[in-house]
């Protein structure tokens, strides 16, 4: 498993250097000129050229993204054009929060989509059934952003439960948390659903039965361990997809996340503190895919990577 570990470590550092270059590459040839936005358009021309040789944008492209990769490696992602701080200061603040909603997120999808998709399952081709994918249908299409703004219409401007926007306390987390959650237990619910009927096939399903188990014990001891495989390959991509996607939830709820900072920093064209935020995103979703190919092993101990 060690073994394992390392080479998928290994394995992940070509990936992050072509998503280097693509990020680079993205803010090196978006318009606008970093000159103007650090002192603006009126600027005479012996300091517009001074500016350009500090900073390095008279270097070739090469150049430019060698002397990047070095700064990424020393753990240096510049500094903000606009707040003149180092963006991996701002970053550490705003990460935090990103990941709460994230994994609080995933943590209401796992509470919900386990146990619709084992009743959906267990009671297939009956109404409990048709209720439950209906309800998963209805989660899919709609889109994440669209059902937090549901949820703050109805929780935070209708009944006045919760707060309508911020960040501080627990009750500013629990529509946001809930809109991730609801949108992607709707399609992880089909997975498990989908996953479960394959496995109550399986022969030692029935043997199982036929020993005169309980039908509880069946379905939660012998069933649905094999049939998480799946679901835990869905899962970890969801990890990494939830907390990318999380951007619009942060904007719609004014929170102080990475995503909102991301945002913020392209309007501005702060390109550092974009860099910076694309990488630590992406690299996330990088890891949330490792991690899910490390957790075969501790639920299926027959998968062995040779």
């Not at 392209?266 to 895919?289: E, F, K």
Request: proline share 5%; with cysteine; charged share 15%.
């Amino acid at each position: 498993m060690l073994k394992y570990i390392i080479k998928k470590l290994i394995l992940m550092i070509p990936v992050i250097i072509g998503m280097t270059i693509i990020v680079f590459s993205i803010l090196y040839f978006a318009p606008g000129d970093p000159v103007h936005l650090i002192v603006g358009p009126n600027v005479t021309p012996e300091v517009y050229e001074s500016i350009r040789q500090k900073y390095g944008l008279d270097q070739p492209f090469a150049v430019q993204y060698l002397r990047f990769m070095k700064s990424v490696i020393e753990g240096d992602l510049g500094v903000s054009i606009l707040q003149q701080r180092p963006v991996v200061e701002m970053i550490k603040e705003r990460l935090p929060v990103t990941l709460q909603i994230g994994f609080i997120g995933l943590l209401i999808t796992f509470i919900i989509a386990v146990p619709a998709g084992v009743i959906a399952a267990v009671n297939r081709n009956t109404v409990i059934d048709y209720l439950c994918m209906t309800g998963a249908l209805l989660g899919i299409a709609l889109p994440t952003f669209w059902f937090g703004m549901l949820l703050m219409y109805v929780f935070a401007y209708k009944f006045r439960w919760f707060p309508i926007s911020g960040y501080g306390t627990l009750k500013h987390l629990i529509l946001p948390c809930f809109a991730i959650g609801l949108t992607n237990a709707a399609i992880t619910a089909r997975m498990v659903r989908s996953s479960m009927l394959e496995v109550l096939k399986q022969d030692y399903v029935r043997t199982a039965r036929s020993k005169g188990l309980a039908e509880r014990i069946v379905i939660y001891h012998h069933a649905l361990k094999n049939a998480m495989i799946p679901i835990i390959t869905l899962m970890g991509l969801r990890l990494g997809w939830i907390i990318g996607g999380s951007v619009m939830l942060e904007i719609i709820f004014s929170i102080p996340g990475i995503g909102r900072l991301m945002v913020d920093s392209i309007l501005a064209r702060d390109y550092p503190v974009v860099q910076g935020s694309m990488i630590v995103l992406t690299s996330s979703i990088i890891l949330a895919n490792i991690l899910a190919d490390i957790l075969y092993a501790v639920v299926d101990p027959r998968i062995r990577y040779n």
